[in-house]
């Protein structure tokens, strides 16, 4: 083949599906590189202080000046279809939007250019005995032409118990310039997600909440907010983990999962939005680990979805409790049960009880350790955040629940779960 056949051959290609460059030397040589874009996967927290995990990690505040907690925030978009999925799609004519979109060198700019304008600086005095402490600084979202703005509890609200002169008020600082005084209307300190309020006369810029469910390992993502208050931060990375359990970083209370990210952040993006390659947010950004690099977690945003539902029906997040601690059974962890102990049930998946607090709702309907549920609610279960979400904030009504037992005989119970308060 000839050069200039090779070069069209190749431009060809690259129109299609990445980008080409060419040059020619002094020495008439002609240098070729090609780029083949693959299609980009939809990518891309809680007050935090200085904690050791396991005796070996320790996790820093993004926000030391808030008597040492730290918040973040972060998101990722949808993962691409297989071909597979893209090929049914265009048999249809619903082409998912993931594979019409490529990679390109516009791709974070557009995307922070659309969150960016919502993107606010937040800033609440702190004192103690009478005496100022300095300020808590972070980041939040507007998220409603309303003037709501999504952030992190630690952020806005004292967690130590010690006394603030801010009184529930906010400094708000937005990119356009123009400043606001917010008010607290929600937290729950739980999950370090809180929402303050801002009047204006004028127009408000927002930014769309998007979907953090099916978010995978690679996802590019990008976190914004005002780390030192610099505002109009923008810094890039992937989703390391979309599932990081609040157990594996030593955090008690309620179980929670968290996206891992390798975004730059430090104090100051407490607060602030974890943004997919769409221009929506999906995460919220809360903590990082001290001393390593590339380990910050966020909020996803399918829970603080969840969490905002629960602050307009009740006014704060209600919990249902159990009182059974369980694990979610594959394949693999049932197979070698099973070689453990021939009796264990016949099951394919479902949660397996491995312990029942006494005195609490699961232990006076009947629960056992060893337990395996299949069905709760009426529908098959093979995970705890299932089961969460079948009970939502269903305090005080009866659940059904199928269990299996040794020699696979099978039990229906019935649990009313209790309101939980968290350990913090």
């Known amino acids: 083949m000839g050069k200039f056949s090779l070069v069209r051959s190749l431009t060809v290609a690259a129109a299609s599906s990445g980008v080409l460059c060419f040059a020619t030397s002094s020495k008439s040589e002609t240098l070729l590189s090609v780029s083949l874009v693959s299609p980009t996967l939809d990518s891309l927290t809680w007050p935090w202080r200085t904690i050791r995990v396991n005796n070996f990690h320790k996790f820093t505040p993004l926000n030391p000046s808030q008597h040492g907690f730290l918040p973040l925030l972060f998101s990722s978009p949808n993962a691409f279809p297989g071909a597979d999925i893209s090929k049914s799609a265009a048999n249809t004519g619903d082409c998912p939007r993931q594979s019409c979109n490529c990679f390109s060198i516009d791709t974070i700019p557009n995307a922070a250019a659309k969150v960016g304008p919502a993107v606010v600086n937040l800033s ?22 309303d003037g709501t703005i999504l952030t992190c509890a630690h952020v806005v609200v004292d967690f130590q118990g010690l006394r603030s002169s801010s009184k529930g008020k906010v400094e708000v600082k937005l990119q356009d310039g123009r400043t606001f005084e917010g008010t607290v209307v929600n937290a729950d300190l739980h999950s370090d ?166 005195g609490s709702p699961a232990d006076l309907a009947g629960f056992h350790s060893g337990d395996v549920v299949i069905e709760f609610g009426g529908q098959p279960v093979g995970s705890i955040k299932e089961v969460t979400e079948i009970m939502g904030d269903k305090v005080g009504k009866p659940f059904t629940a199928v269990v299996k037992r040794a020699n696979d005989t099978t039990w229906t119970l019935v649990v009313i779960p209790e309101e939980a308060v968290p350990d913090m």
């Open 124 to 145: 609440v005095p702190q004192s103690f005995s009478g005496m100022s402490t300095g300020k808590s600084v972070g980041s939040g979202t507007i998220i409603d032409e």
């Open 193 to 358: 997600i809180a929402l303050v309020k801002i009047e204006s006369k004028t127009r408000l810029p927002t930014a769309k909440l998007g979907s953090s469910r099916k978010l995978r390992p690679g996802d590019l993502v990008i976190a914004m907010g005002c780390p030192l208050t610099l505002q109009n931060t923008v810094t890039a990375g992937i989703v390391s983990c979309v599932d990081r359990k609040s157990s594996d970083l030593g955090l008690g209370g309620f179980r929670r999962e968290y996206l891992q990210t390798d975004c730059a952040v430090n104090e100051g993006n407490s607060g602030g939005p974890l943004v997919n390659v769409y221009g929506e947010i999906v995460g919220v950004n809360i903590m990082k680990v001290l001393g390593a690099d590339g380990l910050n977690f966020a909020v996803p945003v399918d829970s603080v979805s969840t969490i905002i539902e629960h602050f307009k029906r009740n006014g704060r997040v209600v919990r249902p409790w159990l009182g059974l601690k369980m694990i979610d059974l594959n394949d693999m962890i049932t197979a070698q049960l099973k070689d453990k102990d021939p009796a264990f049930p016949n099951v394919n998946k479902g949660l397996l009880v491995s312990m029942v607090v006494p």
